[in-house]
């Protein structure tokens, strides 16, 4: 621990457990104060789906601490689906947190930062946005558009100081993932753990990734901006 984040503001969405949780304690670790933000289970009730309470909750934020540099769109959820079986209200009712939630949090973001001369936005992605991804496809979908929206947001934010990155992370090890583990397994025919072994090696941690978005939200990673980190293990580096 270096203390690389002293001084700074951070504001992480669906924190109470998961990434959300072990980004919270590594940028905190670092110095940084963290304003953790969830729809249950933090000081902070943020729903992303609100647009008034995004807006309310990042403007506080940066007014009582004089300044925002790091804002973590996190909050997602998952289910599994064939597209042909998935219900256009099962479609909007994933698309309102995972792409819409990180369009308004990643907007509010810009809109505090940009005017104070600077900041990183960091939308929690997936590889699972950059391979078609069978019984997962809303999701997948989501998480393309989040990519592509940060890529685009980097672009119209460069001359303000303002860095927007995406992070794929392939499967890790969270409440989401066990929640879903029996039900992916059954519609495969297979343990979901096998295959994550085969493709990944293993399953990735939550500060593993953590690591890779302190990087992101500090000064060493000043270059970096519209892109899409992976980390998987090698997972979508493999032909087979
Ligand atoms: N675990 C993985 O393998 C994996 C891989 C790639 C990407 N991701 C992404 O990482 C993010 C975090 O996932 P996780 O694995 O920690 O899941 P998780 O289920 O452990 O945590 C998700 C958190 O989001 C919160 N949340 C749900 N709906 C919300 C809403 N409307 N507003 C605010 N918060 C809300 C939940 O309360 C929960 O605390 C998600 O965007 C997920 O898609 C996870």
Known sequence: MSGELEGRVALV???AQGLGAAVSDALASEGATVVRTDIQGTDVTLDVRDEAQVKQVIADTAEQHGRLDVVVANA???FVKPLTETSLADWRGLMEINLDGVFLTAREAAIQMAPRGGGSIINMASI???RGSPLIGTYAAAKAGVISLSKTLALE????GVRVNA???GFI???LVRDHADELSAAIGMP???VINA???RMGTAEEVARLVLFLASDRSRFSTAEAFVLDGGSTGALV
Do not use: F, N, S, Y
């Open 157 to 160: 934010l460069r001359d303000h």
């Open 13 to 15: 969405t669906g924190a």
């Open 76 to 78: 997602g959820v998952a």
């Open 173 to 175: 090890d969270t409440q």
């Open 167 to 169: 992070v794929c992370p």
């Open 192 to 194: 979901i753990e096998d």
């Open 199 to 201: 493709k990944q090696g």
């Open 128 to 130: 699972t946005g950059l």
